[in-house]
């Protein structure tokens, strides 16, 4: 990919005299960030667009990245593409658009275990509702992201221990294991749903690829980010949730429960793949609240 990050790193040092720290750190961040853009099929750096940087801000944040860190790369990415502009290598700033990375975090949104129950139990015994029920029992089971789903192999799952092996960015994986009825529903996927999915694949998409996957859609392909969020969004008005759902949602759900029930902060990190365990804080807070609550309710001198 064409880039334009040395001549960049010269005008930070030559013309803003950063420091060797700062410089290092922004030289990370802005190669992190061109690297991120060549994977998507980026050929050259000044195609950046506004929805490229949210959408790798977003992953980064989805990844755990501390509060800092965020905040530093946000600004590094800033200040690189302003810097495109200002020289004319692009005609429009696109990240104008993109506020600095704000510390504060919202609080956030989950089902209780009564709604994941109805929302597990909605999808019928046909072969698309044998794969929705898999797909809405892994992404319970095992907190993991959108995008490592869909990009999951079939070889990457071992049914007959139970767990799955979940790639991350820069040839990372890690190892979750699998409940007893999260198993039973990919089981029953692979051997009823799967092969009739696969058998109307045309392999259009992934160049004759598409069997490798372990979820396809209805055309026999790989599932895509987009179609998961409709399935998503169709268990929950089926279910009867009454509230939008989302898939970062049953990630939230995943780890809330997992805390509630005793499981420490070291195991949860490796198992949703953060690297750095004060992302783990807004859950949490999500758990020393219920705990505030269930006191109040019960103890005689609350």
Same mark, same amino acid.
């Given at each position: 990919?064409?880039?334009? /990050?040395?001549?960049?790193?010269? #005008?930070?040092? +030559?013309?803003? &005299?950063?420091?060797?720290? !700062? =410089?290092?750190?922004?030289? *990370? ?65 696109? /990240?104008?658009?993109?506020?600095? #990375?704000?510390? +504060?975090?919202? &609080?956030?949104?989950?089902? !209780? =275990?009564?709604?994941?129950? *109805? ?184």
């Amino acid at each position: 990919m064409k880039s334009y /990050s040395e001549q960049y790193l010269r #005008y930070l040092k +030559e013309e803003r &005299e950063m420091s060797k720290n !700062t =410089l290092d750190a922004y030289r *990370r961040d802005v190669r992190e960030f061109e690297h991120h853009l060549e994977k998507e099929g980026v050929d050259d750096a000044a195609d950046v667009t506004r929805d490229k940087i949210r959408t790798y801000l977003e992953s980064l944040r989805e990844k755990g990245r501390s509060q800092s860190t965020m905040s530093r790369k946000t600004s590094a990415i800033r200040s690189y593409v302003t810097y495109l502009y200002k020289e004319g290598i692009i005609d429009s700033n696109p /990240s104008a658009g993109v506020k600095p #990375y704000r510390t +504060e975090r919202k &609080e956030i949104d989950y089902l !209780t =275990l009564n709604e994941i129950d *109805r929302l597990l139990e909605s999808p019928d015994d046909s072969v698309k509702g044998i794969r929705d029920r898999a797909i809405l029992e892994v992404m319970y089971a095992t907190g993991i992201r959108v995008t490592e789903l869909t990009a999951m192999l079939l070889s990457e799952v071992n049914l007959t221990i139970g767990f799955v092996t979940c790639r991350g960015d820069f040839g990372k994986a890690r190892i979750i294991p699998l409940g007893h009825m999260c198993v039973e529903a990919l089981k029953r996927y692979v051997e009823e749903s799967r092969s009739k999915l696969l058998a109307s694949s045309c392999h259009s998409g992934d160049g004759g690829k598409a069997g490798e996957y372990l979820f396809l859609n209805y055309h026999g392909d790989r599932l895509t980010r987009q179609g998961l969020w409709k399935i998503v969004s169709t268990y929950a008005e089926k279910s009867g949730l009454n509230r939008k759902l989302t898939p970062q949602m049953l990630r939230n759900s995943f780890a809330v429960h997992m805390l509630q029930n005793g499981a420490d902060t070291k195991t949860m990190k490796e198992l949703m793949g953060f690297e750095d365990s004060a992302a783990l804080q807004v859950y949490q807070n999500v758990t020393k609240n219920k705990l505030k609550e269930v006191y109040d309710k019960t103890h005689p001198r609350a």
